[in-house]
């Protein structure tokens, strides 16, 4: 599989700039400069940015902090995927309801143009920055009209844009199921992107947001039946896909929730690694800091640079 260079190694800005309240201290101080120091310092060659629409509503400078980054990942010789995390009309998230985006012309084209806006200002860094359309489509009824979308989508990016990656993903949210399922890349620079949280049973054990799955038991690495074998399999029809398509593979997010033994997490990080490793598949960790996830976060002291030998 052709190595999607750049942007093998990276992890997530999760709630900085997307799935948080929008203030003023939140958007200018939860993630600064020196975190970007830190990152590479990891050995990463890049970050996933998750911004909302948010940002870009009134009363909030979207363009500026999504340029505060960039910069800043540039100064410190890191990458970017400017990820569109929710959208006017679309949220991944449960908890607040799909308002309309796969049929509303008005939502369509308010994406449309934040894509061109974002285009004009980063598509002749394409070594630099990527772009991933829209975060964790949820249900499989919506792939027609998405990849109809997404095709217009990339076609008006690329009049600013012509090489920069573009990342594609597929239903439930971004499962690694759906790849198969994606249309043929659009151009030679798009980019299959899946999610990978398997089993949910250990990644996820006592998640209150996870409502389609019983996840309250406690369940060990061991009991958990995830292993480099189990990867394997699950990921090879998307290896496949994209080995038949010629197309880029990349895993946006996949990580261990904080309820979890640090040890017992990094057995899981190992396992998924290998595998990564094996077929050349770029991968950003979720996440950073906090978010229930955070590699940052003291809890993982004990175990921070051996894992980070395994993002």
């Not at 759906?178 to 990644?203: E, G, R, W």
């Amino acid at each position: 599989m052709k190595p999607l260079i750049g942007f093998i190694k990276g992890v997530n800005l999760g709630g900085w700039l997307s799935q948080c309240d929008y203030s003023a201290e939140r958007l200018e101080r939860f993630i600064t400069e020196d975190d970007f120091k830190t990152i590479a310092s990891w050995g990463c060659d890049h970050v996933r940015l998750p911004i909302d629409y948010n940002i870009f509503e009134e009363g909030r400078d979207g363009f500026h902090c999504v340029l505060r980054a960039v910069i800043w990942a540039v100064k410190h010789g890191l990458g970017i995927i400017i990820d569109l995390h929710k959208t006017w009309g679309f949220s991944f998230d449960a908890g607040e309801r799909e308002n309309g985006f796969f049929d509303d012309a008005a939502c369509q084209e308010k994406f449309f143009a934040l894509w061109e806006n974002l285009a004009r200002c980063y598509g002749k860094y394409p070594q630099s920055v990527a772009f991933e359309l829209l975060n964790e489509v949820t249900d499989k009824d919506y792939m027609p009209k998405w990849m109809r979308i997404a095709q217009s989508a990339v076609t008006r990016i690329r009049a600013f844009a012509p090489e920069t990656k573009i990342l594609l993903g597929g239903y439930w949210n971004n499962s690694v199921e759906a790849v198969p399922d994606l249309s043929a890349p659009f151009d030679k620079n798009v980019v299959y992107n899946f999610h990978c949280y398997d089993p949910l049973s250990f990644t996820h054990q006592h998640a209150p947001w996870v409502r389609h799955q019983d996840v309250s038991k406690d369940v060990s690495y061991a009991q958990s039946g995830a292993s480099s074998e189990y990867f394997e399999a699950r990921f090879l029809p998307a290896i496949q896909k994209a080995d038949a398509e010629g197309a880029y593979l990349y895993c946006g997010e996949y990580g261990v929730i904080d309820r979890v033994d640090p040890r017992e997490a990094l057995e899981w990080y190992r396992a998924i690694h290998r595998v990564f490793e094996a077929h050349g598949i770029g991968r950003a960790a979720w996440s950073y800091r906090q978010m229930d996830f955070g590699i940052s976060d003291a809890r993982m002291d004990g175990v921070r640079d051996e894992l980070i030998k395994n993002l």
